[in-house]
């Protein structure tokens, strides 16, 4: 059977400013057009990883066009553009996030409103204040932003947050916030194709070039986020040495065969971290998890926890090996603590039941 990418997503994720643009001046000088393609790199990254076809207009330091980048998302026929930004103002700092879409988004079915509104509201989570949704016109009653006026999709403008501000900036870490921003664009705009698409009928390995390496890639940067050892790749593609390295410590921490070769299991076990149910619990799984034990329910649970850590960092970050040991312990207490449990470690009923409402329900 061959895998079939028709109906994946597609998103375009682009980064203000760029090249001899630097966008807005903020503390101790960082650029907006270097934060703002890291946050867009980011959550390319994640969205990939879940099997989202991503649109990019730059990823690395380039001057970028506003007509070329509509053009291309309007082109690829994407399902909605995010373009990522950093606000500034003149005199006393201002602080928190807002969007700007369409005047013709109410034509669109408000898709654009929709997806600004989950963006802001999972940063407001993050302790950034929500400013709104906003639209501006011009003197003729078009779309102020370029890439507002020129696309033909549901498009929103995010102000991420204030560059000039010490406190925002502070709080501003790229990759929580990149994951709330993919969480918020996955939640308006679900993947249709069952996320990781299906195991494309023959081995994955070194030498092959194409989509589906770019999604193996993808989705190992994503498991590399709690698995360093696993390294970083560049998304290109090509199944290089770097990638068969990446691939056999993959299969290496999951208990495969680590010869390097994206077989059925290796991309089932791809599927299963990369895929829809990523950041979700399954059902209890009906005895106590305790300290000593080795599963997947320990790894269910450290992947589970990794995400309450984004936004309590007093948890701490954990290797999602499957294996309870001496770190998970002090992870697990500490969430019991926080979740007014018994901060014992073992993992019952009422455990898994607040870990579920935490991370969602399968």
Same mark, same amino acid.
């Given at each position: 059977m061959r895998g079939s990418f028709d109906m994946a997503r597609k998103i375009a994720v682009y980064a203000g400013h760029g090249g001899s643009d630097s966008g807005a001046i903020g503390v101790d000088g960082i650029r907006e057009k270097d934060v703002s393609l890291a946050i867009s790199n980011a959550v390319t990254g994640?969205?990939?990883?879940? *099997?989202?076809?991503?649109?990019n207009n730059r990823t690395t330091d380039v001057n970028?066009?506003?007509?070329?980048?509509?053009?291309?998302?309007?082109?690829?026929?994407?399902?909605?553009?995010?373009?990522?930004?950093?606000?500034?103002?003149?005199?006393?700092?201002?602080?928190?996030?807002?969007?700007?879409?369409?005047?013709?988004?109410?034509?669109?079915?408000?898709?654009?409103?929709?997806?600004?509104?989950?963006i802001l509201t999972r940063l407001a989570n993050l302790g950034f204040r929500n400013r709104g949704v906003f639209t501006s016109v011009n003197t003729s009653g078009l779309d102020t932003f370029g890439i507002l006026r020129l696309t033909n999709m549901p498009t929103v403008l995010l102000e991420t947050a204030f560059i000039n501000n010490p406190a925002d900036m502070a709080r501003l870490n790229i990759n929580v916030v990149a994951s709330e921003i993919a969480d *918020?664009?996955?939640?308006?705009?679900?993947?249709? *194709?069952?996320?990781?698409?299906?195991?494309?009928?023959?081995?994955?390995?070194?030498?092959?070039?194409?989509?589906?390496?770019?999604?193996?890639?993808?989705?190992?940067?994503?498991?590399?986020?709690?698995?360093p050892s696993i390294g970083r790749l560049s998304?290109?593609?090509?199944?290089?040495?770097?990638?068969?390295?990446?691939?056999?410590?993959?299969?290496?921490i999951f208990g495969l065969n680590p010869d390097g070769v994206v077989g059925p299991l290796t991309w089932a076990a791809l599927t299963r971290e990369c895929g829809t149910s990523q950041g979700t619990m399954p059902?209890?799984?009906?005895?106590?998890?305790?300290?000593?034990?080795?599963?997947?329910?320990?790894?269910?649970?450290?992947?589970?926890?990794?995400?309450?850590?984004?936004?309590?960092?007093?948890? *701490?970050?954990?290797?999602?090996?499957?294996?309870?040991?001496?770190?998970?312990?002090?992870?697990?207490?500490?969430?019991?603590?926080?979740?007014?449990?018994t901060p014992d470690g073992i993992i019952g009923p009422l455990t898994w039941a607040a870990l579920t409402r935490e991370c969602g329900a399968a």
């Open positions: 994640i969205l990939r990883g879940w *099997g989202y076809t991503v649109i970028r066009s506003i007509t070329r980048d509509a053009a291309a998302a309007n082109d690829n026929k994407a399902d909605a553009t995010i373009e990522i930004h950093l606000n500034s103002n003149d005199g006393s700092p201002g602080t928190g996030s807002e969007a700007f879409i369409s005047v013709r988004d109410p034509q669109r079915g408000n898709q654009a409103r929709n997806l600004a509104s989950a *918020g664009i996955r939640q308006v705009f679900p993947l249709t *194709g069952g996320g990781f698409p299906a195991y494309p009928g023959s081995p994955v390995r070194m030498g092959d070039r194409g989509e589906n390496v770019r999604r193996i890639q993808g989705c190992l940067n994503r498991v590399a986020t709690n698995n998304e290109d593609g090509v199944f290089g040495a770097m990638t068969q390295a990446s691939v056999r410590e993959f299969q290496r059902p209890y799984p009906g005895s106590l998890i305790r300290p000593g034990d080795r599963n997947e329910s320990v790894r269910q649970i450290q992947r589970c926890i990794n995400r309450v850590a984004a936004n309590q960092i007093a948890i *701490g970050r954990l290797v999602e090996d499957g294996s309870y040991e001496q770190s998970t312990f002090c992870a697990i207490t500490t969430f019991q603590r926080i979740s007014g449990l």
